[in-house]
C-alpha cells in the first residue's frame, strides 16, 4: 500500500499553515504554563493586548525576541513539543521552520521596550541613525529630513532632542527617540511595552498618534501596544 510522496505537506501540516495564514503575532503558551497567556493578533492594524501578567508577558516576548531573563527558562522546558511554546510570526510559525529562516523572520520583527531601548553612550540622533546605517545603509540618504518630520510632527524640537544623550532626556524623550529609530528601520510588526509608562497626561496623550504614524509610513504593518510592565 502506497505511503504517499513523504515529502509532501500531511493534513496536519495543511492545517497548521492555514492557522498561521493572516496572523501577524499568535503565541500560545506550553500546556504546562500558569496562566492564559494566549494571544493571537491578525495582521494590519493598530492592536492592543491587556491582561498578561508580568510574568506571561516576559514568556511572550522572550520567545518572540529570543532574549530576556525567560530565554533560559523557556530553553530548559522545551523538550517535547507537548512543553513548547507555539509561535506565529508574520504567518509563519517558527517550528516549521530553519535556523536561519527564523532569523530572517525576526528582522521583519521590532520592539520598543517603555524605556526606549537606548544605548547611553550615544545621542539620539546617533541612536537613530547607527542601527539603521548598519541594517539598511541605502536608507541613510535623505535620513536627516525624515527624522526631523517625525520628531517635529511627533510634538518635538529635533534641534533640542538630537543632540542629548540618553541621561539628559525626559522619559517621553528616550521614548520617542526609541520609536523614530524604529519607524526608520519600517517593521512589519511592531510591539511596543507599555506605552504610556512614565509619561504626564499631556505626554500620554501624545503618544495615543505613535499608532497612526507608524501605519502611514509602515502601511500593512501591524502595531501592537503591549500594556503593563515587563523586565525583558
Known amino acids: 500500500m502506497s505511503r504517499g510522496d513523504p515529502g509532501a505537506p500531511s493534513d496536519t501540516d495543511s492545517r ?14 506550553p500546556g504546562d504554563d500558569r496562566g492564559d497567556g494566549r494571544v493571537w493578533i491578525p495582521a494590519g492594524g493598530s492592536h492592543r493586548v491587556g491582561g498578561l501578567g508580568m510574568y506571561q508577558k516576559a514568556r511572550l516576548l522572550a520567545a518572540v525576541l529570543e532574549r530576556g531573563p525567560e530565554r533560559r527558562a523557556i530553553a530548559r522546558r522545551a523538550t517535547s513539543p507537548e512543553r513548547r511554546a507555539k509561535l506565529v510570526l508574520l504567518g509563519a510559525e517558527l517550528d516549521r521552520l530553519e535556523p536561519a529562516g527564523r532569523a530572517a523572520l525576526r528582522a521583519r520583527v521590532a520592539f520598543l521596550p517603555a524605556g526606549g531601548g537606548l544605548l547611553s553612550n550615544l545621542n539620539a540622533w546617533e541612536n ?19 527624522v526631523h518630520g517625525l520628531l517635529t510632527e511627533l510634538g518635538v ?19 520617542l527617540t526609541g520609536y523614530v529609530r524604529i519607524l526608520m528601520e519600517k517593521p512589519e510588526l511592531l510591539l511596543v511595552d507599555d506605552l504610556p509608562s512614565g509619561l504626564d497626561p499631556a505626554e ?18 501591524t502595531f501592537v501596544q503591549l500594556d503593563g510592565t515587563s523586565e525583558v
Open 204 to 221: 500620554q496623550a501624545q503618544v495615543t498618534g505613535f499608532p497612526a504614524v507608524y501605519l502611514a509610513i509602515c502601511p500593512g504593518g
Open 128 to 146: 537613530i541613525v547607527l542601527p539603521l546605517g548598519f541594517h539598511y545603509p541605502k536608507r541613510l540618504q535623505g535620513a536627516a529630513a525624515q
Open 157 to 175: 524640537d529635533p534641534d533640542i532632542l538630537l543632540p542629548k544623550l540618553p541621561e539628559r532626556m525626559s522619559p517621553y524623550e528616550k521614548k
Open 16 to 29: 497548521r499553515a492555514a492557522d498561521a495564514q493572516g496572523v501577524a503575532l499568535g503565541y500560545e503558551p
